[in-house]
Structure formats: C-alpha cells, structure tokens
C-alpha cells in the first residue's frame, strides 16, 4: 500500500504519493479560512484520484503538534487549531507532525550525525535542528518556533514572522506576491527595500542561531527566499554580525528537493510510525 505525504501550508496545501514507481502531486488552495472540513475533502478526493490504495498518511502542519497527533495552534491557518489525527482518518492510519519538522527529517535522512538546522522561510519562518542525530524537540515537541522570535524596532517590538516572513513581506509593500515579483523583476525600488530589510531580519535570526546552536549545516527553504535581494541580503547580515569563528563553521544552503521536502517528510515520518 502507498503511503502519502501532506504539506499544509499557509497559502495551498500540496498533496503527494509515489504510485507504481512514480510521484504524483496536487495542490490545491488553503488560506487563513481553511477548516479541517475542506482539508479533509481535499486529502480524500486526492486519495480517491490514486492508482494505488494509501495505507497511511503522513500530514506536515504550520504550528505546534502535539504527540504526532493533535493540532494545538497555527498562527497563519488559525481555524484548525484542535484538528486530530481521528478526524483525518478514512481507512488509513494517519500521523501529524510540525511542517519543518518535516523537512528536517528529509533533508538529515543519511546524514544523521551532521549537526544540522533546517529554517523554512514561508508565510511564517520556523526552524527544525538535529544535533548528535537527535532532533531538538523541547519538553512539549515545539522547539523551533523561530518566527515569533521578538525584535526591537523604532515601531515597538515585533515578531521576526511579522518583519521577515512572508506575509509579512506583502503587508509591508501592500501587494500580493505576484505583483511583489512583478515589481522586483522591473527593479522597483521601493520593492527592493521591502525585500531587502525583510532578509536583513532574518539575516540577523540566521546569525542568532549559529551563536546559539553552532550548526555545521544549515539549509533554507520556503517561498519567501525566492524574492530577489532577500537571501542575499540575510547571508550578508548574518556574516556581518557573527564571530567569524562561528560563521567558519558552518555552511548555508537553499534545500535540494525545495518543493517537496516537507511532504516527503511527511511520508517517511509516517512510515517510520508504522515500522
């Protein structure tokens, strides 16, 4: 039986199997408004499109999970806070985890003791680390919610999330992303200094974990970073406000497999459950 992988997000929600030696995927749209009703639906009917029957499914979420289980809260998809595994199940056995939990799990498999962080810079920005092959969970499994990190601005304290994520980003330039990268392509200035103060922030979030965890590797993913300027931006802040020592250390990349990591993970965390 296949076994399927889910990853939630904050704007589409992508659906993916390997079915007879191939991957097959779906996206379809989720948003602030998305309920577990609709998420539901959209897992059944992609089940149901499949070639395979799914013997289990493995559901990537943005928020805090807990016991592989239970949805306890998810700032960007705020109405399936309470969602649980039971209510997801329809003949297959079903296993939630933290969406950069999940990319963790695929972008360490083989590598387990490269101490590793992997940051996801989405609608929101969240962070998972393995060190000594163990990931760093916290006495409730929520370690890594780096995105509600506080900073200091001249407007108050805010949230990195609020600075450097990408719904962030968009509410600062009062724009949708399509016409954000419309106007980066043109090289609107205005855009470009959105851009470029968003990466900054999480140039100097990149530089606070280094300091504290001291990674040998750590990898990006998430939409965010596919905006001109906001990568390049972030690692030259992060060099710039690291011992240099630390920065030696440690090597920065974008994930290999960007598009499907998280869901991939999804996949294996679920296979893993049932071993």
Request: proline letters at 3%.
């Amino acid at each position: 039986m296949a076994t399927a992988g889910i990853d939630i997000g904050g704007t589409k929600m992508l659906m993916l199997a390997e079915c007879e030696g191939k991957r097959i995927s779906k996206t379809v749209p989720t948003g602030a408004r998305c309920t577990p009703e609709k998420i539901r639906e959209a897992i059944d009917a992609f089940v149901g499109e499949l070639p395979d029957s799914v013997g289990r499914l493995g559901i990537a979420i943005p928020g805090l999970v807990e016991n592989a289980d239970t949805v306890v809260v998810s700032d960007v998809l705020p109405l399936i806070a309470g969602m649980d595994a039971g209510f997801l199940k329809s003949g297959h056995s079903v296993h939630l985890l933290n969406d950069v939990k999940a990319a963790l799990l695929h972008e360490t498999a083989g590598d387990e003791r490269t101490d590793t962080a992997v940051i996801m810079a989405g609608t929101g920005i969240a962070m998972g680390m393995k060190q000594n092959g163990q990931v760093i969970t916290g006495c409730r499994g929520w370690a890594g919610e780096l995105g509600s990190m506080p900073i200091p601005t001249s407007q108050g304290v805010r949230t990195l999330d609020e600075l450097a994520g990408g719904a962030g980003i968009l509410n600062s330039a009062d724009m949708d992303a399509g016409t954000l990268l419309q106007q980066l392509k043109e090289g609107d200035e205005a855009a470009k200094a959105v851009v470029r103060s968003a990466g900054e922030y999480f140039g100097l979030a990149l530089s606070t974990v280094i300091h504290l965890l001291n990674p040998e590797k750590i990898i990006l993913g998430g939409g965010t970073i596919r905006y001109d300027g906001y990568l390049q931006a972030a690692v030259r802040t992060a060099q710039a406000n690291t011992l240099p020592e630390l920065w030696e250390a440690c090597t920065i990349r974008k994930a290999q497999e960007a598009q499907h990591m998280v869901a991939l993970g999804a996949m294996r965390f679920a296979e893993q459950q049932d071993e």
